[in-house]
């Protein structure tokens, strides 16, 4: 290992004043006795062994089931580089106020040295990562969620000795003491005070998005809040698609898809090759590639069942840690909306007695798996490969419950830019606050870009002029709802339907009709055997309301005012051309 490494795990333990300082290899061995250390400290519960091999359940402090987007800075030098959808904090302020909270945080308790590979080994796309961690749960869900170990060390010495320091510790949980702080100019991570998924798996949104986005603006190329899937049509190709939907809007679900009856005979097949993270760069020939840099799952469990995500329910079956689930009496986990009906008694999230007439959810609604990527049955062969796969398409989705039609097709790349910038969806439990309110999500990056925003779109402009084969970019929406409230697209399998039609635009055909939005199939152009969705209600899918759109248009000006002169020019000019179509829509429909 490098010196550098070294003197730096040397200089926090000083700080942190750990017993035990402990080096993670990623051998098998190591997981085992790291599994019986949490079993006998009560951070992991082992689950039935015979029903689900190599399980086990965690439950977090219930102030600490989410990410803490409001306790998240940007510790840029200058507070403009960190851009008005971040908080900011000096960094010498920043480096006081919490090194003092650290300031022997670690005293009578082990150190756990955890290196780890984001991205597949010898891929030019990767990156090295160090968290040094007192949480035994973390350093067990990066064993999973990344290549952990010597193997992190072996790409470290091959590739020029960088690394991203990750320090990370538990503190004393309080919401008030709880810090995730981020200095993108040193390369480094700061959080105390959470045991939660993003707040504390440093590899995930900490360095692989919000790091990694600014070294990304540096060098060239994207990191981004996206799922990636392949799609093999009858004829036999196979075509990429990333999208980018914000915190629990259907990533995990789209990249597990499975064919419904009807689509899988014709020959349709769906792969699995991330779902929820894409490292993208242009190739040299001109078109965008993307790797998936994690290596496991950390996917929302309520709403699993071997109905909505089969896939999914196959890959949580063995070597899987739950997370705030309910516990049934024979050690098996549920959820709400689990394959079995509710137990008639169980240990609801918190581990309390729960019966179905608590009137409270037995699953926390953030609860989380964390699971191998290896062990999903639809996990595309080529998913490790170092040089990624190439990108036909880029969805942006969100959940909207009006306004905004079940897909549309952008008409450029800076187009594309701008649906992506202008993104926003109804707020969910991953993050938290206040459940369904609507809110700007650009890219569905507003919580993972770690600088300006403005910045950020120039730069999705610059990667597009490098490209002579850029992906087409579509906006989707799964939530539209009709007047019942209830969703009027069936969703999940059924989301293939207008993946065909998007590798159909892809390739060329595709029936569409031009909006002022952009292209909007036609009724007919989205396959519907074997589904019941009714004429009218594809109208209602696909229905581009104009009076809808003024709101839309005033609410976007509102929200690029907001980054002055950062907002780049192509993106003012298309707000102004959309502003000008919706208007021009109107007169014809009041002097028609
Ligand atoms: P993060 O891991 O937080 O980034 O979430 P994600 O984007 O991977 O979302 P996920 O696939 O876990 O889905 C979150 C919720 O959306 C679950 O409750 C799903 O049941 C629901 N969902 C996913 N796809 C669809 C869909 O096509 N239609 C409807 N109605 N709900 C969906
Ligand atoms: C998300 O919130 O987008 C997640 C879960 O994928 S977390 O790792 O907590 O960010
Ligand atoms: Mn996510």
Redesign the pocket.
Known sequence: MTDTVKRWVEEIAAITTPDRIYWCNGSEEERKQLTAEAVKTGVLIELNQQKLPGCYLHRSHPSDVARSEHLTFICSRRKDDCGPTNNWMAPAEAREKVGALFKGSMKGRTMYVVPFLMGPPGSAFSKVGIEITDSVYVALNMRIMTRMGDVALEHLHSHGGEFTKCLHGLGDLSPDKRYILHFPEDNEIWSIGSGYG?NALLGKKCLALRIASSLACREGWLAE?M?ILGVKTPKGDTHYVTGA????????????LVPPAPLRDEGWQVWTVG??ISWLRPGTDGRLWAVNPEAG????V???SSK??PN?MATIAKNTIYTNVALRPDGTVWWE?HDDPPPEHALDWQGNPWTPQSGTPAAH??S?FTAPASQCPSIAPNWEDPAGVPISAILFGA?RQRVVPLVYQAMSWQHGVFLGATLSSET?A?AAGKVGLLRRDPM?MLPFCGYNMGDYWGHWLKVGEKLTNPPKVFRVN??RTGDNGK?L????G??LRVLAWVIDRCTGSGEAERTFLGWVPTRRAIDRTGIDVSDTTMDQLLHVDRIDWIDAVSAQSMFFERFGERLPEPIREEHDALARRVSTALQQFFYK
């Open positions: 993003g809040h799922l939907f914000p915190s629990s809007c259907g990533k995990t679900n789209l990249a597990m779902d929820d799952f950390f996917g929302v309520p709403g699993t909505t995500n999914a909306g609604p953030n989380r959940r969910t991953a569905a799964w939530f969703f697209w069936p969703g999940f059924d989301n």
